[in-house]
């Protein structure tokens, strides 16, 4: 599936992607939700050159999602965490992402885990202030 060039605003979450394979969300403006983006048990998709600013809990959540694509989305104070992959997703990369103005992390892996963890990739592009772990900013 596909969702591109929409506006997402005003809802609990803006976009759930779940148990999906393939999956592209690209060129979207996604504010003023409690979350901006889940992918939930989803692999091998791709979420790129999205405008995600101003949700309440957290930007990108990858919960449970393999294979994925994180790049060069534009991202500002979305709560807690811009970019946040938890221990039981793998095998993601996120690159050229420019991320700021988080209160947690502005990229969070894992709740701090070493990246070799779940083999996520952070590439060496992305722009933001503060990751759990350290490192994952340039």
Known sequence: ????DVQVANNGIGVLVSGSTGTELSRNTITNNDV????????DGAIAFNQIVSNMENGIA???ADRNVVAANNMFGNGQYGIYMDITSNENTADYNTV???E???????DGQPTNVNQNSF????????????????
């Open 100 to 102: 700021f103005g988080h």
């Open 1 to 4: 599936g596909q969702l591109t």
């Open 36 to 43: 901006a983006v889940i992918l939930d048990s989803s692999s």
């Open 123 to 138: 590439g060496g592009n992305n722009n933001c202030g503060t990751s759990t772990p350290g490192g994952l900013c340039r």
């Open 62 to 64: 990858l919960l449970g």
């Open 104 to 110: 947690g992390a502005d990229i969070n892996n894992a």
